[in-house]
């Protein structure tokens, strides 16, 4: 049913009614994005784009009988006049969300990719270790957690965004104590170099993925997917 909203907005997009956000030179307007059960709205800001986007919403209500969730709802506003955003937030009937703010737990902010965006990240690593009681595991159990479990969190940030270097040093920190010492900070000493513990199996390594090399294999994804897209058209 969600595709049914995703259909009503390429429509209007294709009419030259919503006309979305430029993300990139030469690649058609964003309008959306869609997940299972969450949607990311795209819209210049203007009053007469907020109107329309106000209307679509309340025609697919109207038309499959849904209803949208208004207090988990948000509107994110870059690079407008306060005033602005008071006269679009209502026409909208939405609060305004300040940045950094996260979707689907992303980080979204405007300017810079500073470290301190990411550190939800971090916490989440932690909070899972805990959990493990990482030092009854033997170091195939460990590895088996660094590589199913620890590394997945970081999937869908890298899929999106670059992560910034020191965020990615840290993350490697904790996965280097969890391996050698399991949930305690301090105690063995490492016996191998992380370098060596990264590489494939047949290069006799535990093959971990490297985590700039994910997120450079993901980014290069979303840029061709994005270009793919446009060329299509």
């Given at each position: 049913?969600?595709?049914?909203?995703?259909?009503?907005?390429?429509?209007?997009?294709?009419?030259?009614?919503?006309?979305?956000?430029?993300?990139?030179?030469?690649?058609?307007?964003?309008?959306?994005?869609?997940?299972?059960?969450?949607?990311?709205?795209?819209?210049?800001s203007s009053r007469r784009e907020?109107?329309?986007?106000?209307?679509?919403?309340n025609d697919y209500c109207k038309a499959l009988g849904q209803k949208i969730n208004w207090n988990k709802s948000e509107v994110f506003f870059i690079n407008m006049m306060s005033n602005m955003q008071v006269v679009l937030s209502?026409?909208?009937?939405?609060r305004v969300a300040n940045f950094p703010g996260k979707f689907l737990g992303t980080p979204l902010f405007s300017g810079h990719?500073?470290?301190?965006?990411?550190?939800?990240?971090?916490?989440k690593c932690k909070a899972r270790l805990e959990n493990w009681k990482g030092e009854w595991l033997s170091s195939i159990g460990k590895l088996t957690m660094i590589k199913s479990v620890l590394s997945a969190i970081l999937v869908f940030s890298m899929a999106c965004m670059k992560l910034p270097v020191a965020m990615e040093d840290e993350l490697i920190t904790i996965m280097k104590i969890f391996l050698w010492n399991g949930s305690n900070d301090k105690g063995n000493f490492p016996l191998i170099s992380w370098g060596k513990i990264s590489q494939p199996k047949n290069a006799r390594g535990a093959s971990i993925r490297q985590i700039s090399i994910m997120n450079l294999a993901m980014g290069a994804k979303l840029v061709w997917e994005i270009c793919r897209g446009g060329n299509q058209k």
């Open positions: 049913m969600v595709e049914a909203l995703g259909r009503m907005i390429k429509s209007l997009h294709r009419d030259g009614r919503w006309l979305g956000v430029n993300v990139a030179t030469g690649v058609e307007h964003s309008t959306h994005l869609q997940f299972s059960d969450d949607t990311i709205l795209f819209g210049a907020a109107r329309i986007i106000n209307a679509c919403l209502r026409i909208l009937n939405l990719n500073k470290t301190c965006y990411w550190t939800h990240l971090i916490e």
